[in-house]
């Protein structure tokens, strides 16, 4: 898990300029899109939706963006088509990476993020290869410095989380996917602010990355994070904490 939770918080933070914050926003607008076509355009009724509403406000996205994107979900606004699509495969060292995509052109899609792959030493998977070492959970992340961890754990684990770990001052409350907006009203209700929200595969096991491989994997984490269909990148790979430092820098 610490490889996976590591990289969510790199992604995060460097999502504060200008360009990533445009990304973000773009795939977010694809979330509320698709989320809207398969469950309907009320969040209340909308598990998904909701989550990537309440993602794209914490976000500062502007209403009338969200309330667009809703709109072309459900048919009301033409727009673009997009599909859902998982890739497996394999970076540097062997690490397994489970790389979730919305496309409006999957050959366009595969064809890139073969050539990422392959370019940064890793290579693209058959179907289920590799998904059977991640598990589909809620991921709660919560600001170290402003609560307790007594007071965390004990929100945390009455609303039914299965658990909470700290990681350089986030707590993370880990919840299976049915549990996990009851999770998170729960410690709302306790008056824990929430800083960020997600459904993640965190892997079963972690690969110890280190040295030039280590850099070598967050390159290609990287280089994948950057291609605009990509939607979320999940890893096994424990990268070594002197490689997430220079890339935090």
Do not use: C
Request: proline letters at 2%; charged letters at 25%; a negative charge.
């Amino acid at each position: 898990m610490a490889g996976h939770s590591k990289w969510a918080q790199i992604k995060r933070k460097k999502a504060v300029n200008d360009q990533k914050r445009g990304q973000m926003f773009t795939r977010l607008i694809r979330e509320i899109t698709v989320s809207a076509r398969h469950g309907g355009g009320n969040p209340e009724f909308n598990p998904r939706l909701r989550l990537a509403v309440d993602t794209a406000k914490n976000a500062n996205m502007p209403q009338e963006n969200i309330e667009r994107a809703i709109a072309r979900g459900t048919g009301e606004l033409e727009g673009v088509t997009y599909e859902e699509v998982a890739y497996e495969g394999y970076g540097p060292g062997g690490v397994a990476l489970y790389i979730e995509t919305t496309t409006d052109n999957q050959k366009r899609t595969v064809a890139e993020v073969r050539h990422i792959l392959e370019k940064n030493g890793g290579n693209l998977g058959t179907a289920g290869s590799v998904a059977w070492q991640f598990d589909r959970k809620g991921q709660i992340y919560i600001d170290g410095g402003r609560y307790g961890e007594e007071s965390v754990l004990e929100a945390a684990l009455e609303a039914g989380a299965e658990d909470v770990s700290l990681m350089d001052g986030e707590y993370i409350v880990t919840t299976d996917v049915g549990s996990f907006h009851q999770v998170q009203s729960g410690i709302e209700a306790a008056g824990i602010e929430v800083s960020q929200a997600e459904f993640a595969m965190v892997p079963q096991n972690s690969v110890s990355m280190t040295g030039p491989e280590a850099v070598q994997v967050l390159k290609l984490l990287e280089a994948l994070d950057d291609n605009d269909d990509v939607q979320k990148v999940s890893s096994n790979a424990d990268i070594d904490e002197s490689v997430m430092a220079e890339a935090m820098s």
